[in-house]
């Protein structure tokens, strides 16, 4: 008996090990390090981030005790889901669901702006629309309900008197993923994307679609931040040093960006190739990269007025105030 239990006491410490090592490895990488979650989407208006993975930003920054980890997502929604939970700690994400999330109580900080402009309203080849006149009575598409893209349409066809059948116009809405348009623009199921940049131009290319809204002239084009860094506020008031030191990797990629352009292209071809399987032609990114400004600089007026608008437009349920969700401390040098 005492042989037996001997033997089960081994096999107990064993199992104990083996489950501790699985413990530590999931922690991090390396035993005892700290580990931190950056997140972002694969395009164009997440240049800063794939290019400081890319240039290893955040790991120069963060220093040799941080573990750093990357997960991209298909859309806000999922960011911010990621953010609440603590599953990532900070990243790029359009400024609409941070808008929606903190006006619903998340606990958010918006801490630089990312990248601005490069959202277009792109109409499929054979759907008879030439102008936003031919708008009403079709289909468009979105990333998602109340995202960036969605409330600078929405806001954009409203000065037309044109709404969504959501609020009670003609013009059907659905969502889907950027990658999946060109499938759905061939079917004939979608009419018009309001969509970022590199997607537009693809669809162009590949698809004969036409821009009938360019990004200088949609609601809200060149001034908006159409990316930005957001975080927890339990981060910022726990941990600033470590959100300093997000926002200086972040930084020197926007400045490498702008100083290196052609490079940094490249990055962004071979990275949105590894999360999405697809490559972007050369081409399709040059016209795209023409309608985006990378920067860390956040325009509260006009964030404000984004806002107010999605209010307008009842993707928010109340009337938003911004003061408390941009914290602008760690771009002030």
Not at 77 to 104: E, Q, R, S, Y
Not at 216 to 225: A, M, V
Request: with cysteine.
């Amino acid at each position: 008996m005492k042989k037996k239990l001997g033997y089960f006491s081994f096999i107990l410490l064993l199992l104990a090990g083996v489950l501790a090592g699985c413990s530590s490895s999931e922690e991090g990488k390396g035993e005892g390090k700290k580990k931190v979650v950056i997140g972002y989407f694969p395009n164009l208006d997440h240049v800063p981030a794939m290019v400081a993975k890319e240039k290893g930003y955040y790991e120069e920054a963060l220093g040799e005790d941080v573990d750093v980890e990357y997960k991209s997502f298909p859309d806000g929604g999922a960011f911010m889901v990621a953010l609440k939970t603590g599953d990532v700690h900070a990243g790029l994400v359009g400024p609409g669901p941070v808008m929606n999330n903190f006006t619903n109580g998340a606990d958010v900080k918006i801490v630089a702006g990312g990248s601005s402009g490069g959202t277009v309203i792109v109409a499929r080849n054979g759907s008879g629309i030439e102008s936003v006149a031919d708008f009403a009575g079709k289909t468009f598409i979105t990333p998602g309900v109340g995202c960036t893209h969605d409330v600078q349409m929405e806001t954009f066809i409203k000065d037309f008197g044109i709404e969504s059948n959501r609020i009670g116009g003609n013009l059907k809405h659905t969502t889907g993923k950027p990658a999946q348009y060109a499938g759905l623009f061939e079917s004939g199921k979608v009419d018009l994307a309001a969509v970022p940049e590199p997607w537009g131009s693809l669809l162009v290319k590949e698809e004969g679609a036409k821009i009938i809204v360019d990004s200088d002239e949609i609601s809200f084009g060149t001034s908006l931040p159409n990316s930005v860094l957001a975080t927890s506020g339990k981060l910022v008031k726990e941990d600033p040093e470590l959100v300093q030191k997000i926002v200086d990797a972040h930084q020197k990629a926007i400045d490498f960006i702008n100083e290196n352009p052609e490079e940094a292209k490249e990055l962004t071809i071979a990275s949105i190739k590894k999360d999405t399987k697809q490559e972007l032609a050369k081409d399709v990114v040059d016209s795209a990269w023409k309608r985006i400004t990378y920067t860390s600089e956040v325009n509260e007026e006009v964030m404000q007025e984004f806002a107010n608008s999605s209010y307008d437009l009842k993707f928010l349920k109340t009337q938003p105030d911004f003061t408390a969700l941009i914290d602008k401390q760690f771009t002030k040098k």
